[in-house]
């Protein structure tokens, strides 16, 4: 199976600072990779993702690192504003073709102004 | 945009009674899935569905069953509710193939009392 874990389950950043949220997953034969951003009382909200034939991604103010050699992806967050501050979880597709998403447990990110 | 909405925001029911939550996504997308989402454990997938009246069990079946008659449409049945199964639901829904991103709705907080 997979099994995907967080780094740091807070992190505290202020307001215009860059932030960097961590994940580790398990099997080296994931090939899709999901950010979600989930704020209070909604469910998750698709940001950015990327596929294993590709080291990193960016989309606006977000970028995504992948190092399949010790199977981590990060997400970087540029400029950070209040609105940035939510739970944001990394989620694996299983390799094996049955659609399933492994999602880690979530960092909170608290914004300080 | 995909929108995935859910019968209920909150719901508060008795242990013993059955359950109905609902989902309907509103571009024809071919998977839906069910997850729970509790403290500390991130988003646990509870059932998928491939297509009409197809299902699958995903990690934590146990207590649950589902039924999709229609494609825009799938429901999660707590038969028997029990105090453990307090939780946020989450539904989602997805185009699958090579679109793997799966879209959330705003999720259903029930009490099981």
């Known amino acids: 199976g997979e099994s995907v874990g967080l780094h740091l389950p807070t992190l505290s950043v202020q307001e215009g600072d860059n932030s960097i949220i961590n994940c580790a997953y398990s099997n080296s034969a994931s090939d899709y990779f999901i950010w979600y951003k989930q704020e209070s009382g909604k469910g998750p909200q698709f940001i950015i993702d990327?596929?294993?034939?590709?080291d990193k991604r960016q989309g606006q103010r977000v970028t995504v690192l992948l190092n399949k050699t010790v199977k981590h992806l990060s997400l970087q967050i540029a400029a950070t504003q209040p609105g940035d501050s939510a739970v944001y979880f990394c989620a694996v597709l299983s390799p094996f073709g049955n659609e399933k998403l492994t999602f880690g447990t979530g960092t909170r990110l608290t914004i300080i102004p | 945009d995909v929108k995935v909405t859910q019968s209920s925001r909150y719901l508060v029911k008795r242990t013993g009674e059955k359950v109905f939550l609902e989902c309907v996504q509103d571009?024809?997308?071919?998977?839906m899935f069910w997850y729970r989402q509790d403290p500390g454990l991130g988003l646990r997938l509870i059932y998928f569905s491939y297509d009409v009246k197809m299902k699958e069990k995903g990690d934590i079946p146990e207590g649950y069953s589902v039924s999709r008659e229609k494609k825009e449409r799938f429901s999660l049945i707590l038969e028997s509710a029990s105090t453990n199964q307090t939780s946020m639901y989450l539904c989602?829904?997805?185009?699958?193939?090579?679109?793997?991103?799966?879209?959330f709705g705003p999720g259903t907080r029930l009490t099981v009392l």
């Open positions: 571009m024809d997308h071919e998977n």
């Open positions: 990327i596929r294993s034939n590709m």
């Open positions: 989602a829904s997805g185009a699958g193939g090579a679109f793997n991103e799966q879209f």
